[in-house]
């Protein structure tokens, strides 16, 4: 039987026009002769161009005078004497504003989707709900973000979207994020490092740092070694010593859709990719959510996650253990039988599942899933976390076939035992058609995560690795479809 996927019509394009305040950083030697060029202005003339970046740029930014202290900050070492340490604040804010950069976050993409329900249900009218959709933003250099968007589902199973807000911004990073320097002086002398170079980079770095302050000071503190691919080395080493968790706060006065998770550790420099938000119970009935992701930086790729109560206060955490490793992990809702659960593709090609009395740590993976029609035999995955359902688990699934077309499936599984398999669609649930194959990457239909609304399961879904889409699927003739494949 074919199972009716009732497309909305909606497409979400990224608009380059949604841009944020990012550090401009031209390099040390660079640097330090744009201040010296910014500082031997006179003091009138000096003035005068701030007033003009100010009037230019203040109506894009909630506050841009605080950006362009926090830049100045970031190359306050630079600076050569102490008269330069004691600038105006004319000349602060000039600097500022001259190592400050627009970034457009979806100039390229907008895409891979996730949905949640959002934790502040008022106002909504009987049969509808408010729900936050996290999505993958794309821009130069192809570096991702997560941004987001809240709406409303109909009882119709219509998304309407809440007006974006005017102003776009990274969220804060709290105290807790900062790195203890005498801790960091004890990773280092563990380093095979250079004495000179080490007493150089702790007598730069306040105590404690943000780390973004070691990764500007690694940049002048390792130019004397000549081989780029030693000082390459050396930097990846120490970098990777350093803790990566951090917490980020937004302001309770921005909206949703003003809020931007940029990368800020080494590991994810180059991208925080597909996450897939849960919204998790715990068993005492507390609620929060979680989002597994992937951190990119260039080379290596890392599971990480994110955990947050109200979308304002978001904690960051990498994942740890043998079996923490690879994309497409999704945390289960609930634990089961009192384990976190989590699905995982570890070896690339294979659904895995895996079982963990701590939510950081996870060591040990089974195979769950291989692929087995011709639209999944290059490789499997899941699109998002489990959904619970009266008749077991419903996971959304991704196959890859012919042409490295990704088509959209669906699995069941047991609700006490979700090792057990209870069916699997034979045939897609949703493959790209005519107006979805074109993209960034051809003919991909692909999601992060989905949710139950009324009688009807909303999916949303990217369109090629460029924009995203959304549709419905009955909920009972889905649960049918699947129970009816038990054993085939």
């Not at 640097?31 to 970046?53: C, K, T």
């Not at 895409?111 to 949640?116: A, D, G, Q």
């Not at 992060?448 to 009807?456: A, F």
């Amino acid at each position: 039987m074919k199972i009716n996927v009732s497309r909305i019509g909606l497409r979400m394009n990224p608009d380059y026009k949604k841009v944020i305040p990012r550090f401009f950083n031209s390099g040390i030697e660079r640097s330090r002769i744009l201040i010296e060029r910014v500082l031997n202005l006179p003091e009138q003339e000096a003035g005068e161009l701030l007033n003009q970046v100010l009037a230019e740029f203040s109506p894009r930014y909630r506050d841009i005078k605080s950006i362009f202290v926090k830049h100045f900050e970031l190359i306050r070492y630079l600076l050569l004497d102490t008269e330069q340490q004691h600038l105006s604040e004319v000349n602060k804010l000039l600097l500022g504003s001259y190592f400050t950069m627009e970034y457009s976050l979806e100039a390229a993409a907008l895409f891979n989707p996730s949905i949640v329900e959002d934790p502040d249900q008022s106002g909504a009218a009987n049969g509808k709900k408010k729900v936050i959709i996290s999505f993958r933003a794309t821009g130069e250099s192809h570096i991702s973000s997560l941004v987001f968007k809240r709406a409303t589902l109909d009882e119709k199973g219509n998304i309407i979207f809440e007006p974006s807000g005017k102003f776009i911004g990274e969220g804060v990073l709290t105290e807790k994020s900062k790195i203890n320097k005498e801790g960091f002086e004890t990773m280092l002398s563990q380093l095979s490092l250079p004495s000179e170079i080490r007493r150089q980079i702790l007598e730069q770095l306040n105590d404690p740092f943000y780390y973004k302050e070691i990764e500007m000071v690694l940049k002048s503190a390792l130019q004397p070694i000549e081989s780029p691919i030693e000082r390459k080395r050396l930097k990846y080493e120490i970098l990777d010593v350093v803790n990566t968790n951090y917490e980020l706060r937004f302001s309770p006065e921005s909206h949703v859709s003003e809020r931007v998770i940029f990368p800020v550790t080494y590991a994810e420099k180059n991208g925080i990719e597909d996450a897939r938000f849960v919204r998790f119970t715990s068993e005492n009935g507390t609620v929060r959510y979680a989002a597994t992701y992937t951190a990119y930086d260039g080379l290596t790729i890392r599971p990480h996650l994110i955990e947050t109560k109200d979308f304002l206060f978001f904690k960051v955490s990498p994942l740890h253990g043998k079996a923490a490793i690879n994309k497409n992990l999704a945390l289960f809702p609930r634990k089961i039988n009192g384990q976190y659960v989590m699905v995982s593709r570890i070896d690339g090609f294979n659904n895995y599942i895996m079982f963990s009395d701590d939510l950081y740590l996870w060591e040990d993976a089974e195979l769950w899933q291989q692929p087995k029609y011709p639209w999944e035999f290059v490789q499997i995955g899941n699109g998002g976390s489990p959904i619970e359902t009266g008749k077991g688990w419903l996971v959304i699934t991704h196959g890859v076939g012919p042409m490295r077309t990704y088509c959209l499936g669906a699995s069941l599984f047991d609700l006490d035992d979700p090792r057990k398999e209870l069916g699997r669609l034979k045939e897609p649930l949703l493959i790209p058609n005519e107006d979805e194959r074109h993209g960034y990457v051809p003919n991909v239909v692909y999601t992060c995560g989905s949710m139950i609304h009324g009688d009807k399961l909303f999916l949303p879904y990217a369109v090629s690795d460029h924009a995203s889409s959304f549709a419905t699927i009955p909920l009972a003739e889905l649960l049918d479809e699947l129970l009816g494949t038990a054993g085939t």
